[in-house]
């Protein structure tokens, strides 16, 4: 059974840093492509970043450029999402997601396993 479990959000003053987790079981972790997404109250999820299977291609949405890092470690099965410069805007439920295709995309619908997700809060 496949579980990706997230984790390490929170409540963070704007200007602050988080890093949130997801590790995931059931998988052979190093094919997948790993993302992240996130939903903000009354928005449709959006794409926030992706890694590919080996950990040297990434992709990110504009929005996050420069501020957010994504990185994996296969040894783990996990995948991290650093996020420094938060503002409040970054208000959402984040979500992992993992892709059996291997590639870093922020097409939603081609992953294929999602996590439940954690909250991250930003303080204004």
């Known amino acids: 059974q496949v579980q990706l479990v997230e984790s390490g959000g929170g409540l963070v003053q704007a200007g602050g840093s988080l890093r949130v987790s997801c590790a995931a079981s059931g998988v052979t972790f190093r094919w997948y492509a790993m993302g992240w997404f996130r939903q903000a109250p009354g928005k449709e999820r959006e794409f926030v970043a992706a890694?590919?299977?080996?950990?040297?291609?990434?992709y990110y949405a504009d929005s996050v450029k420069g501020r957010f890092t994504i990185s994996r470690d296969n040894a783990k099965n996990t995948v991290y999402l650093q996020m420094n410069s938060l503002k409040f805007e970054d208000t959402a439920v984040y979500y992992c997601?993992?892709?059996?295709?291997?590639?870093?995309?922020?097409?939603?619908?081609?992953?294929?396993?999602w996590g439940q997700g954690t909250q991250v809060t930003v303080s204004s």
């Open positions: 997601a993992a892709d059996r295709f291997g590639r870093a995309h922020g097409r939603a619908h081609e992953y294929d396993y």
């Open positions: 890694v590919a299977w080996s950990g040297d291609s990434t």
